[in-house]
């Protein structure tokens, strides 16, 4: 047996607009059809999936932005250029 949670991410609305806008391709991800599941430790209080959330946040958020597109110019985290 696996002690893990799944996290399911879905993309949002602001989500979509930003990649929309990266190269007018018109492809964009759909919220029904695009997902990414990560497993989670396991947790039994909504305070411990808090805690896990705000632990895991930016390295999620910065995959699923990487996941689209690997430009880190257009992530605006500081970096100047395009990862390859």
């Not at 990649?19 to 990414?36: C, F, I, K, M, R």
Request: with cysteine.
């Amino acid at each position: 047996m696996i002690n893990r949670a799944a996290l399911i991410v879905r993309p949002a609305e602001p989500f979509i607009k930003w990649a929309a806008e990266l190269d007018g391709s018109g492809v964009v991800p759909s919220p029904t059809d695009e997902q990414t599941v990560y497993l989670i430790p396991s947790y039994e209080e909504t305070e411990e999936a808090d805690h896990i959330l705000k632990k895991i946040y930016a390295e999620v958020f910065e995959r699923e932005l990487f996941d689209w597109h690997t430009c880190s110019a257009s992530v605006g985290n500081g970096h100047s250029g395009c990862l390859h």
